[in-house]
């Protein structure tokens, strides 16, 4: 139960008081719930939907607010202070990051544009991890060695390593995963690397970190039809098709304390190659090599004035990614994309004694330049664009904090969106413009020492010009106006140390609010998720846990016109898992989908009455031995 959050202000600032609606997932309830993943822990234990990659392996698309299709995009993934935008709308790897390295995950669901940015238009989610986090300086040594098989062939080898002597710490973990398949053709195998060096003085920190990630998938592609799927979920449309991905990602950072301000440098470089093959006639061969360079420095004071205790921060940011695109199509066969952004921005969280007040308040403005050269032809886009936040939060009594909240974000045209589409005819057509949003919000927050704390906020977010696909036209488009509206609800209830169980709700509408479809629900929207989980040790060296969750059901997307035969059912998972501690070994078992569910999670179509689905895994069984010291 962390009262500690990084996201709203990208430095330690109090849970409780801070205006914005947050779910800290802490280092003990991701390891005691048995998720292997950082995917897994954002969905089971933060109560975000999310569903498989298409890109195959353990990867997830994940969904706070209800964008769809360009979930992706509108959602912030930061790890260790760093944005992982992705260049197009494939997802940011996160199943590649050791979940043993993970200190602690913040999901801050609502606009967070100031601080990170554009596509910050549903939230942030942050991973911090041990090549970031404080470390400590006293002397030990410690780590595990995990090993793990399954159902279909699964096996995972898990190690990592932690030392820290006079403020110096080090810390390395690797992981080998290899899935034989659900279905035919869905094969994947996942390797890699994370090491981290820090060093912490009286004044000073600073650390160094790399990490490589290797995955390569087989990819069994969609059903066609339901009737299909149901006669038979593990057979594969696709038995050539596979795709690989290699991430390598480098960086470090200097934290100093100069004249009572606290200045934090941060440095990364990113470099993806993702290579695909999918079978048809022609044979299409595709690679796209992106690297991502971010540079940031930001200034932190905390002080005392008239008025009371105050925060502020500010910060300059650059962020650039060149993209190289290359297939064996005969049109258009080889493109080069490229963006350069820079940022400044400010925010200044101030107490008010004398009415029992904070108010928080920042600006930010992002200078955006993007080319894509392809067949001759350049497209240009450039943009300046601002995003805004107004808060305030009043502590009733020592249990009960209520805030309201203000913000406006943006998000402007990806690679996919804005430049021509590899292997198509390419014309320099370029109409779409910046999507905004304005978000407005009221939360409660209680807590009740670390036994209860309750977290709850009904939001409205108003959005023009939201840049989405239309499957039937095969064209990226705005939208002019859309609305997402709801209720969030967190709890953790912690009676005592053996027990705790935890909740997330989302209630939800997202919908089309000025155009043909007003009204309609965005498709690929749950109107509600949930999630509910467990954890009692019955006895000194013993535990079981459950988790359960539930997704509504939505209309697949590009069914804008809301069109009831067209779907994807509603679903609920059950996972149950046992622990058993023995010296310094633990044996797990964990089953997930208990019921063996027959789902699927998310559906497309591509005309009036045609349309592919993508199924999800049914039971699988886990079990893992692991050894630590």
């Not at 930010?364 to 080319?371: C, H, P, Y």
């Not at 407005?440 to 807590?447: A, C, D, I, P, T």
Request: glycine share 8%; net charge neutral; proline share 3%.
């Amino acid at each position: 139960m962390n009262p500690v959050t990084v996201t709203a202000s990208k430095f330690e600032e109090s849970v409780q008081n801070t205006p914005a609606f947050l779910t800290i997932l802490s280092k003990e309830e991701i390891k005691n719930s048995g998720v292997l993943t950082v995917n897994e822990a954002i969905m089971k234990l933060g109560g975000v939907a999310g569903r498989a990659s298409q890109q195959g392996g353990n990867e997830y698309t994940l969904d706070i607010m209800g964008f769809g299709d360009t979930a992706l995009v509108n959602t912030v993934v930061v790890v260790d202070g760093i944005p992982q935008r992705e260049a197009d709308q494939s997802e940011v790897r996160l199943s590649g990051i050791p979940i043993d390295q993970v200190e602690r995950i913040e999901i801050q669901r609502g606009a967070a544009g100031v601080m990170y940015g554009e596509g910050a238009v549903a939230g942030v989610i942050n991973v911090i991890t041990k090549a970031s986090s404080y470390e400590s300086a006293v002397a030990n040594s410690s780590g595990t060695v995990a090993l793990s098989y399954g159902s279909y062939g699964a096996r995972e080898t898990r190690a990592n390593l932690n030392h820290a002597n006079d403020g110096l710490s080090f810390s390395v973990s690797g992981l080998k995963r290899d899935f034989g398949g659900y279905r035919e053709n869905s094969a994947s195998k996942n390797e890699s690397l994370s090491t981290s060096v820090q060093f912490r003085s009286k004044d000073i920190r600073t650390g160094l970190y790399a990490n490589i990630d290797n995955a390569n998938s087989r990819l069994p592609g969609p059903f066609y039809s339901v009737s299909d799927f149901q006669r038979d979920p593990k057979v594969a449309s696709t038995a050539l098709d596979w795709s690989s991905s290699h991430t390598n990602r480098v960086g470090g950072f200097v934290e100093k304390e100069i004249g009572g301000i606290f200045y934090k440098l941060d440095a990364n470089q990113r470099t993806r190659d993702l290579t695909s093959f999918l079978h048809s006639t022609p044979d299409v061969n595709s690679q796209y090599k992106t690297t991502a360079d971010f540079l940031s420095l930001t200034a932190n004071r905390i002080g005392e004035a008239s008025l009371g205790a105050y925060q502020a921060i500010g910060g300059i940011e650059s962020y650039r990614w060149k993209q190289t695109r290359k297939t064996d199509g005969t049109t258009n066969n080889s493109q080069d994309v490229n963006s350069d952004s820079k940022a400044y921005f400010f925010k200044l969280d101030q107490e008010v004694k004398s009415l029992g007040v904070r108010i928080s308040g920042g600006y930010r403005e992002e200078t955006i330049l993007r080319d894509s050269a392809a067949e001759g032809l350049t497209t240009l886009y450039q943009k300046r664009l601002t995003a805004s936040e107004l808060g305030l939060s009043k502590q009733l009594s020592v249990s009960n904090t209520v805030y309201t909240r203000l913000a406006k974000s943006f998000r402007a045209p990806n690679a996919d969106e804005f430049a021509c589409a590899l292997g198509y005819q390419c014309s320099n057509a370029n109409t779409l413009v910046p999507q905004t949003s304005v978000d407005r919000e009221v939360g409660w927050k209680y807590k009740q020492a670390d036994q209860f704390r309750l977290s709850s906020r009904y939001y409205r977010s108003d959005i023009n010009h939201e840049i989405t696909y239309d499957p039937f036209n095969f064209v990226n488009s705005n939208l002019s106006s859309t609305v997402r509206e709801g209720v969030d609800v967190n709890a953790l209830i912690k009676p005592q140390a053996s027990l705790y169980v935890s909740m997330a709700v989302g209630l939800r509408k997202s919908k089309f609010a000025d155009s043909a479809f007003e009204g309609k629900t965005v498709p690929m929207a749950p109107h509600q998720v949930a999630s509910l989980n467990a954890d009692w040790r019955f006895m000194p060296k013993q535990a079981i846990g459950a988790g359960w969750t539930w997704t509504s059901s939505q209309f697949y997307a590009g069914n804008f016109s809301n069109d009831s035969a067209y779907k994807v059912p509603a679903y609920a998972l059950l996972d149950l898992r046992y622990r058993y501690q023995f010296d310094t070994y633990e044996f797990s078992l964990s089953v997930r989908n208990l019921a063996d569910k027959k789902f699927y999670s998310y559906g497309t179509m591509y005309s009036s009455n045609s349309y592919a689905i993508y199924p999800e895994l049914g039971r699988t069984v886990m079990a893992r031995m692991t050894y630590g010291f």
